[in-house]
């Protein structure tokens, strides 16, 4: 425990601390008032400087701080505006780790109250900066002295007298009253010209002879901006299915506005206390708030992650294994049998590609998006589970269960915001720099997923509801997986026709795969071993913790454990992704632009016909962009800053395996069944049908049959002209006119 000492010995030592290592901030300061007006200094050389006296920081943070300001004013430059000095503020960061001052939120206790602590979250919540008063004057209605009342907590003090020791006649609350000198209203009274006997005995001058003027600078309450914040622990630190826990915090000043819902900080202050009312009555109990000294913003969404020399030498390392692809890909959930290529495109979006930002202010995406679409049972929430598990900053979110202002942003109408309108970051804007996993895609409101558009292609959230209108930053991937809307997915159906999203939605997805469940012998034999293996596994670690006998040895359970143990263990590639993601920023070579470039050409070469003319679009510019991330996050899985031929060979191998499982037909590539939810053929067929429909009308309407027979000359199998039939009638472009006819709903241009 640090020596107590008294004020002025703590404000000399602050001058001599100011005088060694602040002499350039202090003169920035006197320079560039207003716009600085706090010097923030490290409490790491305030600890090389004097050790007791940093200890005596985070034990007594209000007298320290009170005595650092004064010696802030004693050592500005002499020229500097006295009436000035008092706005300027003393703040500290870099404290220092557990268990002196950082913290979590979840681990404040009563022993913190009074103390300096730094509590590192989310911005959940920010309301709009207010004034506050701080220092009140009054001015008495009687006697015109000018009164001031110092002002501390939240309640509002007025003074209990007219005081004599500030020129007052001394009269009570009760027998006068007092007005508040805000600024310059002319609600000050300035005594008017005494004459006689009044006058010569120096006595004021009744308030009906005064005159009202504007308040004088020297006389007027002094106001500070002040805004209340709350954040959140950040998902990573998070165990199991703990929900995250929340504490409220006060900025103020130049502090005000610093940060924005979703953002990631460590705010440095002092932990305070305030009691809990029910109704009149005062509790036993107390809440507790931040008093803000100071904020860092963290803006690499990996700092958190804390790297040994020891690890990264290992990381470096493993890096240069000709196998890491096949380690990391069998490191993601391994007691989920097979989808090699499906973990590998995994694995490249969980170390992403690069984001650019262009000269004109353009911001390009590195962010890969994932959909997996595919029968019960083949593991797709346990996947996003584990991966949302795997990533820094990763957040995990149900379809059935959010809503358009969960995932992206709410305006809330409660207590915190003092009756206000408060906007409050949604999941996507929490998982900002990091990566998104949303379960259930299919179930959500058509309302609701098309918020998802601008979060998923531009990174950013426009909000403009309740009277706020803001820009949230979403800088993260998203991993989405849905069901059919039959049950089973159906290769033979175009994607659209079987998952509840629409075309503008899909078609912002990077890749898209389809997991399917079909009977196989060779491999429905090697995954029943394989889950069975996993249970026995389980089996055996569970009876060797419970079961007081030797019948399986440390040696069986690590023989069965071998086969479900990942190759990494998830804390360490953990690690490895957010220090690839950190430091590593590949470039192109001319080889693989050549390949993707030739690539994109050939492919779109295939879109035309026999007759010379445009047929199908089997790939657009989006996928050229996705080839370019998956390429970046190949070479990044080892650590090289610069992206090879191999790295574009593996990408192409991801989005042709992607292309040709859920966009094509007959098998020739055709991107517009995702994008438009209408392949080149279907349009082909349903401009025939409508034209046989025309053709054969005579009034009363045109049956099934008719356009079956007359299509199948064609040689199109009944199934699909059935399917766009059904179609066209559920979108309004054929009707009824009586049961089992069909007429053209409106005019065809």
Request: hydrophobic share 35%.
């Given at each position: 425990?640090?020596?107590?000492?008294?004020?002025?010995?703590?404000?000399?030592?602050?001058?001599?601390?100011?005088?060694?290592?602040?002499?350039?901030?202090?003169?920035?300061?006197?320079?560039?008032?207003?716009?600085?007006?706090?010097?923030?200094?490290?409490?790491?050389?305030?600890?090389?400087?004097?050790?007791?006296?940093?200890?005596?920081?985070?034990?007594?943070?209000?007298?320290?701080?009170?005595?650092?300001?004064?010696?802030?004013?004693?050592?500005?430059?002499?020229?500097?505006?006295?009436?000035?000095?008092?706005?300027?503020?003393?703040?500290?960061?870099?404290?220092?780790?557990?268990?002196?001052?950082?913290?979590?939120?979840?681990?404040?206790?009563?022993?913190?109250?009074?103390?300096?602590?730094?509590?590192?979250?989310?911005?959940?919540?920010?309301?709009?900066?207010?004034?506050?008063?701080?220092?009140?004057?009054?001015?008495?209605?009687?006697?015109?002295?000018?009164?001031?009342?110092?002002?501390?907590?939240?309640?509002?003090?007025?003074?209990?007298?007219?005081?004599?020791?500030?020129?007052?006649?001394?009269?009570?609350?009760?027998?006068?009253?007092?007005?508040?000198?805000?600024?310059?209203?002319?609600?000050?009274?300035?005594?008017?010209?005494?004459?006689?006997?009044?006058?010569?005995?120096?006595?004021?001058?009744?308030?009906?002879?005064?005159?009202?003027?504007?308040?004088?600078?020297?006389?007027?309450?002094?106001?500070?901006?002040?805004?209340?914040?709350?954040?959140?622990?950040?998902?990573?630190?998070?165990?199991?299915?703990?929900?995250?826990?929340?504490?409220?915090?006060?900025?103020?000043?130049?502090?005000?506005?610093?940060?924005?819902?979703?953002?990631?900080?460590?705010?440095?202050?002092?932990?305070?206390?305030?009691?809990?009312?029910?109704?009149?009555?005062?509790?036993?109990?107390?809440?507790?708030?931040?008093?803000?000294?100071?904020?860092?913003?963290?803006?690499?969404?990996?700092?958190?992650?804390?790297?040994?020399?020891?690890?990264?030498?290992?990381?470096?390392?493993?890096?240069?294994?000709?196998?890491?692809?096949?380690?990391?890909?069998?490191?993601?959930?391994?007691?989920?049998?097979?989808?090699?290529?499906?973990?590998?495109?995994?694995?490249?979006?969980?170390?992403?590609?690069?984001?650019?930002?262009?000269?004109?202010?353009?911001?390009?995406?590195?962010?890969?998006?994932?959909?997996?679409?595919?029968?019960?049972?083949?593991?797709?929430?346990?996947?996003?589970?584990?991966?949302?598990?795997?990533?820094?900053?990763?957040?995990?979110?149900?379809?059935?269960?959010?809503?358009?202002?969960?995932?992206?942003?709410?305006?809330v109408h409660d207590e915190f915001g003092e009756g206000r309108w408060t906007l409050e970051a949604?999941?996507?804007?929490?998982?900002?720099?990091?990566?998104?996993?949303?379960?259930?895609?299919?179930?959500?409101?058509?309302?609701?997923?098309?918020?998802?558009?601008?979060?998923?292609?531009?990174?950013?959230?426009?909000?403009?509801?309740?009277?706020?209108?803001?820009?949230?930053?979403?800088?993260?991937?998203i991993l989405a997986a849905a069901n059919p809307k039959e049950g089973r997915f159906d290769e033979?159906?175009?994607?659209?026709?079987?998952?509840?999203?629409?075309?503008?939605?899909?078609?912002?997805?990077?890749?898209?795969?389809?997991?399917?469940?079909?009977?196989?012998?060779?491999?429905?034999?090697?995954?029943?071993?394989?889950?069975?293996?996993?249970?026995?596994?389980?089996?055996?670690?569970?009876?060797?913790?419970?079961?007081?006998?030797?019948?399986?040895?440390?040696?069986?359970?690590?023989?069965?454990?071998?086969?479900?143990?990942p190759t990494y263990k998830p804390a360490f590639l953990r690690k490895y992704i957010a220090y690839?993601?950190?430091?590593?920023?590949?470039?192109?070579?001319?080889?693989?632009?050549?390949?993707?470039?030739?690539?994109?050409?050939?492919?779109?070469?295939?879109?035309?016909?026999?007759?010379?003319?445009?047929?199908?679009?089997?790939?657009?510019?989006?996928?050229?962009?996705?080839?370019?991330?998956?390429?970046?996050?190949?070479?990044?899985?080892?650590?090289?800053?610069?992206?090879?031929?191999?790295?574009?060979?593996?990408?192409?191998?991801?989005?042709?395996?992607?292309?040709?499982?859920?966009?094509?037909?007959?098998?020739?590539?055709?991107?517009?069944?995702?994008?438009?939810?209408?392949?080149?053929?279907?349009?082909?067929?349903?401009?025939?049908?409508?034209?046989?429909?025309?053709?054969?009308?005579?009034?009363?309407?045109?049956?099934?049959?008719?356009?079956?027979?007359?299509?199948?000359?064609?040689?199109?199998?009944?199934?699909?002209?059935?399917?766009?039939?059904?179609?066209?009638?559920?979108?309004?472009?054929?009707?009824?006119?009586?049961?089992?006819?069909?007429?053209?709903?409106?005019?065809?241009?």
């Amino acid at each position: 425990m640090p020596e107590e000492i008294g004020l002025e010995a703590l404000r000399a030592i602050w001058k001599d601390f100011f005088k060694q290592y602040c002499k350039k901030e202090l003169l920035e300061i006197a320079n560039s008032y207003p716009e600085k007006r706090s010097l923030l200094v490290s409490y790491k050389d305030i600890e090389l400087f004097d050790s007791e006296h940093a200890a005596r920081l985070l034990e007594r943070p209000n007298s320290m701080i009170f005595a650092a300001e004064q010696a802030i004013r004693d050592s500005l430059p002499p020229d500097f505006k006295p009436e000035l000095k008092r706005d300027i503020h003393f703040r500290v960061k870099d404290l220092p780790p557990k268990p002196l001052a950082l913290t979590e939120v979840r681990d404040l206790r009563s022993k913190h109250i009074g103390k300096m602590v730094a509590v590192r979250g989310l911005v959940r919540k920010a309301t709009q900066v207010k004034p506050k008063i701080v220092d009140a004057v009054f001015q008495c209605v009687r006697c015109l002295a000018v009164i001031r009342e110092p002002q501390g907590d939240a309640i509002f003090k007025e003074p209990l007298e007219c005081y004599r020791d500030q020129g007052g006649c001394g009269k009570s609350a009760s027998s006068t009253r007092f007005v508040l000198l805000t600024n310059d209203l002319s609600i000050f009274r300035q005594p008017a010209a005494a004459s006689g006997p009044e006058a010569e005995a120096g006595g004021n001058a009744p308030a009906e002879a005064a005159r009202p003027a504007a308040v004088p600078k020297d006389m007027r309450s002094l106001f500070v901006d002040t805004q209340k914040i709350e954040i959140q622990e950040s998902p990573e630190g998070l165990r199991g299915g703990d929900q995250p826990e929340r504490l409220t915090a006060y900025a103020e000043d130049d502090l005000c506005k610093y940060i924005s819902p979703g953002d990631k900080v460590v705010l440095n202050g002092t932990l305070r206390s305030h009691q809990k009312m029910t109704g009149p009555i005062k509790t036993t109990f107390f809440d507790w708030f931040l008093d803000i000294n100071s904020i860092e913003l963290e803006e690499h969404e990996f700092e958190e992650v804390e790297i040994t020399p020891e690890e990264e030498e290992q990381i470096l390392k493993i890096s240069k294994n000709k196998s890491i692809y096949r380690d990391i890909v069998a490191s993601i959930a391994p007691t989920i049998y097979g989808m090699d290529l499906e973990k590998e495109a995994l694995a490249l979006q969980m170390f992403g590609g690069v984001a650019k930002t262009m000269p004109d202010g353009t911001r390009i995406r590195g962010d890969a998006h994932i959909l997996l679409v595919g029968d019960p049972g083949t593991a797709k929430s346990q996947l996003l589970r584990y991966i949302s598990n795997l990533v820094p900053r990763g957040i995990y979110a149900s379809g059935k269960a959010s809503t358009a202002a969960g995932l992206t942003a709410a305006a809330v109408h409660d207590e915190f915001g003092e009756g206000r309108w408060t906007l409050e970051a949604g999941a996507l804007v929490l998982a900002d720099k990091g990566l998104a996993c949303i379960d259930e895609l299919d179930k959500m409101s058509e309302q609701d997923s098309g918020a998802m558009h601008e979060a998923m292609e531009q990174q950013m959230i426009s909000v403009a509801k309740a009277g706020i209108t803001a820009t949230l930053q979403s800088r993260c991937a998203i991993l989405a997986a849905a069901n059919p809307k039959e049950g089973r997915f159906d290769e033979h159906s175009y994607l659209v026709d079987q998952i509840n999203l629409p075309p503008t939605l899909l078609s912002r997805f990077d890749v898209i795969f389809a997991l399917t469940d079909k009977p196989d012998q060779a491999r429905d034999a090697a995954l029943a071993a394989h889950i069975t293996n996993t249970h026995l596994a389980g089996e055996i670690a569970q009876y060797r913790k419970n079961v007081q006998d030797r019948k399986y040895s440390a040696e069986d359970e690590r023989e069965v454990m071998q086969k479900v143990e990942p190759t990494y263990k998830p804390a360490f590639l953990r690690k490895y992704i957010a220090y690839s993601r950190s430091r590593i920023f590949p470039v192109m070579t001319k080889d693989t632009m050549e390949i993707i470039r030739e690539y994109y050409v050939n492919i779109r070469a295939q879109s035309k016909t026999a007759e010379g003319e445009g047929g199908a679009v089997p790939m657009t510019p989006r996928q050229v962009e996705a080839l370019i991330r998956l390429s970046e996050a190949s070479a990044r899985v080892r650590l090289s800053n610069k992206v090879t031929t191999e790295d574009a060979e593996r990408a192409k191998k991801i989005v042709e395996y992607f292309l040709r499982k859920v966009a094509s037909e007959g098998g020739r590539l055709d991107i517009d069944a995702i994008m438009t939810g209408t392949t080149h053929s279907q349009r082909e067929r349903i401009h025939s049908i409508l034209d046989i429909v025309e053709e054969l009308d005579e009034g009363r309407g045109v049956t099934e049959e008719e356009i079956l027979r007359r299509m199948s000359q064609d040689g199109v199998p009944e199934e699909k002209v059935r399917r766009d039939i059904e179609r066209m009638h559920n979108e309004g472009r054929l009707f009824n006119p009586t049961s089992g006819r069909y007429k053209v709903a409106r005019e065809r241009k």
